[in-house]
């Protein structure tokens, strides 16, 4: 089966069918190549319905997650989005279909390093790369319309609140290290209003502000 047709199939099977309804997340899904980001091992099983390992101890998440956290980002073409957690690049790449800038920032070089040649490869031009302590964010291009967390964390990491425009979301899986719930969070008049939506299990954010090694 072609890459198109398994991405067509994925789209309709895992994510549609579980209620994401944006027709821009949709259309991005079906467009990204998932299988480029993943090791010559784990191609066969890229179009599955769940996250893979790409070394490290890191993970490429389950499409439908992707998906779902970025339905909640509610993009409009014009935002400049935060995320933290670049891994293989995927989720960078779904953002930057949709956001007019993407800011990713990972914690280990090589997997930054490896992201980014994908991501360029493919000829993205509105990402820009950043390795460190993502639970920092990067607080030189702060204000964000959007911030996105691709790990888990115990709380919402305050460097990320203080760096959120107003009226601007924060999605992020919250909980402890076996099981979280995406959290979604806007900022309006200063305070940030909280909502839980999807039960999920993600890798750990490690850093000050999130899980420590």
């Avoid at 047709?5 to 099977?13: N, P, Q, S």
């Avoid at 400049?80 to 990713?104: D, N, P």
């Amino acid at each position: 089966m072609e890459h198109q047709e398994l991405r067509d199939r994925m789209v309709e099977r895992q994510i549609a069918v579980r209620g994401v309804s944006d027709r821009r997340v949709l259309e991005a899904m079906r467009g990204v190549p998932r299988h480029i980001f993943i090791g010559e091992s784990m191609k066969a099983r890229a179009y599955d319905d769940m996250a893979l390992a790409i070394g490290d101890g890191q993970t490429i998440s389950q499409p439908y997650m992707v998906a779902r956290m970025t339905e909640l980002l509610a993009l409009d073409g014009n935002e400049r989005v935060l995320e933290i957690g670049t891994g293989s690049g995927y989720q960078a790449a779904v953002l930057a279909e949709l956001a007019h800038e993407v800011f990713t920032v990972e914690r280990n070089g090589s997997l930054s390093a490896r992201a980014k040649e994908v991501l360029n490869g493919l000829g993205y031009k509105n990402i820009r790369f950043r390795v460190g302590d993502g639970t920092l964010g990067w607080p030189e291009e702060a204000p964000f319309d959007r911030i996105i967390v691709t790990a888990a964390t115990p709380a919402l990491p305050q460097p990320l609140v203080e760096q959120l425009g107003e009226g601007a979301i924060i999605v992020a899986p919250v909980g402890d290290r076996l099981s979280q719930i995406l959290v979604k969070g806007t900022m309006s008049g200063g305070t940030l209003s909280t909502e839980s939506n999807t039960p999920c299990v993600f890798v750990p954010l490690l850093g000050d502000h999130g899980f420590k090694e």
